[in-house]
């Protein structure tokens, strides 16, 4: 402003040197001259002015790129997630025994290498216990296993920390903006540590127990829940970057709820939906997948004698397999109940059209989940019918996420 203004004044000045140049006969050409610079001055300052406003970032090209980077990421934590639910069912998660950030990242080349590092994992309780019998090529299956999901998680921190770098240089993050992608950057390292925290109480020495070495069902409930705050956290952000809010307001529906009452109460199904998935994490590290095969009733009961065996009672809720079963089929038939509470609603509602199909996907991928759980659970935890079923379980929260973004965009 000072500068426009000092700008104005020397125009001014020079026209009214002109017109004294004029008066006192001197040279016409320089009067001109005079008044053409103080115009192309003040022309070039507007000109300058209007881009730097064009350029003012963020803006809504800035966050469409911010949020396609952040779906991304998300996506790429779904990768994890899936892969390391594949190696706990192949039982691949012990075979490496050392954690390093860089020097790991290179798996053994040689016959020598392999064999020093086969060596290394024969000093574990799970090859004393339960692999003593296995050899070098069954070794390095495991071992690709787990190295592929170390390295999977090493892509996913370097595709958040070096955008995360070049956006903020260029301006990209507005304040609130930048706290979040600190948040999502420092929380893929804690998931790194997290995950070695996890093998680590796999691999230690317990003298008084001769069951199947694995790891605490604590720590990987802990580093799975880690997992998807994470993913929930980026595909949340993305989406309420990338989704237009509606401009018409909805109509109130013909049944009980309106609009933002819904609004309201669906989260509950959101965090249902997380606390399942938590749930799935203990049905993992304790295998109590394998302790009732049956369904809609547990062996010849509907409760099971032994779902409060344990002693303090609070203690059956995380380490009795029978109990965390039981826990996980009624959550399941909670959120689809849930759910199908949900689209019976839609239906009563005139929404937009995308909503609504947002709705109709969340109610079919509720159904074609429970499907999934019954026939795992019914053929015996087969590895390929069981990693599809963690995978649907991260397609049902991701569509009940869409679904909470797109109510959270309505009018309220």
């Not at 998300?74 to 997630?81: C, E, K, T």
């Amino acid at each position: 402003m000072l500068l426009s203004s000092a700008r104005t004044a020397i125009f001014y000045g020079c026209r009214n040197s002109g017109k004294g140049f004029q008066h006192s006969g001197r040279s016409p050409q320089l009067r001109q001259w005079l008044v053409k610079r103080g115009q192309s001055t003040i022309t070039v300052e507007a000109v300058a002015s209007s881009a730097r406003a064009a350029a003012t970032v963020p803006n809504a090209a800035t966050n469409r790129i911010v949020g396609r980077w952040l779906l991304g990421c998300s996506g790429l934590v779904v990768g994890a997630i899936v892969l390391g639910g594949v190696t706990r069912l192949t039982e691949s998660g012990l075979s490496m025994v050392d954690w390093h950030l860089v020097r790991e990242m290179k798996p053994p080349q040689s016959q020598a290498e392999w064999e020093a590092e086969f060596s290394k994992y024969q000093q574990f309780p799970e090859f004393k216990i339960m692999n003593h019998d296995m050899t070098l090529p069954e070794f390095k299956f495991i071992f690709y296993m787990e190295w592929g999901h170390r390295m999977w998680g090493r892509l996913v921190g370097l595709a958040y920390i070096l955008p995360t770098v070049y956006f903020w240089r260029k301006g990209y993050f507005n304040r609130s903006m930048k706290g979040k992608v600190l948040g999502l950057c420092g929380f893929v390292f804690f998931q790194g540590l997290l995950g070695w925290y996890m093998v680590k109480s796999g691999l230690e020495e317990k003298p008084e127990s001769h069951d199947i070495p694995r790891v605490s069902q604590y720590r990987l409930s802990a580093h799975l829940g880690s997992a998807l705050l994470l993913y929930c956290a980026s595909l949340w952000t993305g989406l309420t970057l990338l989704l237009p809010a509606y401009k018409v307001q909805s109509p109130h529906p013909l049944l009980f709820l309106s609009t933002s009452e819904l609004i309201q109460l669906y989260p509950w199904s959101v965090w249902e939906n997380v606390t399942q998935f938590v749930c799935c994490a203990f049905v993992a590290g304790l295998d109590a997948g394998l302790v009732y095969n049956s369904f809609p009733k547990m062996g010849e009961r509907w409760i099971p004698d032994d779902l409060l065996a344990f002693s303090p009672t609070l203690k059956n809720f995380f380490e009795n397999p029978t109990t965390v079963q039981f826990d996980h089929r009624i959550l399941a038939i909670s959120s689809l109940t849930a759910i199908t509470g949900l689209y019976l609603f839609s239906r009563r509602m005139v929404l937009p059209r995308r909503a609504k199909i947002a709705i109709s996907l969340l109610a079919a991928m509720a159904y074609g989940q429970v499907a999934l759980g019954i026939s795992t659970l019914l053929l015996y935890v087969p590895t390929q019918l069981a990693a599809t079923h963690q995978s649907g379980s991260v397609a049902l929260l991701s569509l009940a996420i869409w679904v909470l973004a797109e109510l959270r965009k309505m009018p309220k």
